[in-house]
């Protein structure tokens, strides 16, 4: 369900609205309005791991007692102004313009509202991503529960996986840059089969043609993916 604007605290960025529409549609004081998309429609179970800006977490959508599933969201404080929200929507956009890829997680829809990144402090603004669940976590944590044991078939599926999805993103003339087994997810379709491999974590990365070279010719992005 990707709402557009579904309350005052909930501004549609899918699409994506403008920042003056976010921060028209933002409230100033948010301590006692009522509940947010977020804490309306979305049961949080627990925290995976961090983005590069920001949590993620393992959350239940639930639309008026319907369960619709397990998705993943990561929440990014953005501020108040409009820079760094700028900076965190650079990966929606990016992950629009993959479309659905079996080796690339896929994209559901965002929206920014106010809400605490802490247990205590006040509600910030924030930019919420969803995306789809990867339901068997890192190929760090793989590797690190299996070692040894993952087979040269195994090897060879998670490495073939991992250039198919990096084919994909360069066919889009976007560049990863932070290609690292942390930000290689794994999500399992057959039990007798490996786990595929998902390429995930985009707040790094870069169109092509929006590095700039320097001086020497370089992007400064040598031996990144």
């Given amino acids: 369900m990707s709402p557009r604007l579904l309350s005052r605290e909930c501004t549609s960025v899918g699409g994506l609205a403008s920042e003056s529409d976010a921060e028209a549609e933002l409230p100033e004081d948010t301590e006692h ?103 068997e976590g890192s190929l760090e944590g793989y590797l690190e529960e299996h070692g040894r044991s993952i087979s040269d078939a195994a090897v060879w599926f998670f490495f073939l996986n991992a250039l198919n999805g990096l084919h994909h993103l360069h066919a889009k003339h976007i560049l990863h840059r932070d290609i690292k087994p942390d930000n290689l997810l794994l999500t399992r379709d057959e039990k007798d089969k490996p786990p595929r491999i998902l390429l995930s974590d985009f707040g ?17 992005g040598t031996g990144s993916c």
């Fill in 33 to 135: 309005e009522s509940p947010g998309y977020y804490q309306k429609y979305f049961v949080e179970l627990h925290k995976v791991g961090h983005g590069s800006f920001g949590g993620v977490f393992v959350v239940r959508h639930v639309v008026e007692g319907n369960t619709l599933g397990l998705f993943a969201v990561k929440k990014i404080p953005v501020g108040s102004g409009d820079t760094y929200l700028g900076v965190a929507i650079n990966e929606v956009r990016l992950l629009e313009e993959l479309h659905k890829h079996p080796n690339v997680i896929e994209y559901k829809h965002s929206w920014i509202e106010y809400s605490k990144v802490a247990d205590f402090g006040p509600k910030v603004r924030c930019l919420f991503v969803l995306m789809e669940y990867a339901t």
């Fill in 204 to 220: 790094t990365a870069a169109v092509f043609d929006d590095l700039n070279p320097s001086s020497d010719g370089r992007t400064g």
